[in-house]
């Protein structure tokens, strides 16, 4: 997640995940930011021992400080809680995943809905993906709403139509 923006990234799912697999994963990442990845300072990882000194690696060769959390804070890292809670909450929590194949669908949608339609109040009620300050306010009487379902009607997105 880049704090600035509150944009997540998810990168994979496997139900036995292990210190190389992180890593692949890690790499990953820095291939699909490619030149933004320079824009980054720190990367903020907790304790577990799932990341090995092959993913710090993988951060520092590009110049990112990597920072641990300290031992049993869970409010250290309360941007990345809070996510989890948020997807937990919305999404995972009222849906059967049946293979990770599956839950790596629904986290894309639900990612892509969270990144460029949900609204965030620190950012002014404007998604992570939003550059402009947004629509101003619509009179609903005068105009039409389209409404689009995301995750078959779990979650619905309302736009002006054109």
């Known amino acids: 997640m880049e704090i600035g923006t509150r944009r997540v990234y998810i990168l994979g799912a496997t139900t036995h995940p292990s210190g190389d697999w992180v890593a692949l994963q890690a790499r990953n990442l820095m291939l699909d930011l490619g030149e933004r990845a320079g824009q980054f300072r720190f990367l903020i990882r907790d304790r ?83 550059t402009d300050t947004g629509p101003a306010v619509a009179d609903l009487a005068s105009v039409r709403v389209r409404r689009r379902k995301i995750l078959n009607g779990l979650i619905n997105e309302y736009s002006q139509a054109a």
């Open 48 to 130: 577990d021992t799932k990341y090995t000194t092959v993913f710090d690696e993988v951060f520092t060769s590009e110049g990112i400080e990597v920072l641990r959390s300290p031992p049993r804070a869970p409010r250290a890292n309360a941007y990345a809680e809070r996510w989890v809670r948020t997807v937990r909450r919305e999404c995972l929590d009222r849906m059967l995943i049946y293979h990770p194949r599956h839950l790596l669908a629904v986290l894309g949608e639900f990612v892509a809905h969270y990144n460029g339609h949900r609204p965030r109040q620190s950012r002014d009620q404007r998604p992570p993906e939003a």
